[in-house]
């Protein structure tokens, strides 16, 4: 005669489904942190490369300022060239800065990969429950 296979016990399958869950979250907390961590090292990166940009720009700058209030220091007093090239300088900066910001502030640093495997997941379980 055929041995019949006996069917898994429903304690024995919930059993399963709690192992996999818990495997399956384990795996997409897993994937958030790597996801997380390569979006984080490119923006260090990033940063590394406007700090020495922006030190020797700076000091090219520091330069280019002082000739510009020599030169109009021929036209009008020194304190007024300096204070005109300062004022120039100034706003210049302020675009600058606020440029930076607005583009900081764009960078999605959602898990994107992680959000949509986890949606999946759910309909998975549903589908292992119904």
Do not use: C, N
Not at 47 to 69: D, E, M, R, S, T
């Amino acid at each position: 005669m055929h041995q019949r296979k006996e069917e898994p016990s429903i304690g024995e399958l919930f059993a399963d489904l709690t192992r996999e869950m818990t495997a399956l979250v384990r795996q997409e907390v897993h994937l958030a942190t790597v996801e997380i961590g390569h979006k984080t090292s490119e923006i260090g990166k990033d940063v590394g490369f406007l700090a020495v940009g922006g030190a020797i720009a700076y000091a090219g700058l520091l330069a280019v300022i002082a000739a510009v209030i020599m030169i109009l220091a021929s036209f009008i007093a020194w304190w007024l060239s300096a204070l005109v090239v300062g004022v120039a300088v100034a706003a210049a900066g302020y675009f600058l800065v606020r440029k930076g910001l607005d583009s900081i502030k764009q960078i999605d640093f959602a898990p994107k990969q992680t959000i949509r495997t986890i949606k999946e997941d759910v309909e998975w379980a549903k589908h292992q429950t119904s």
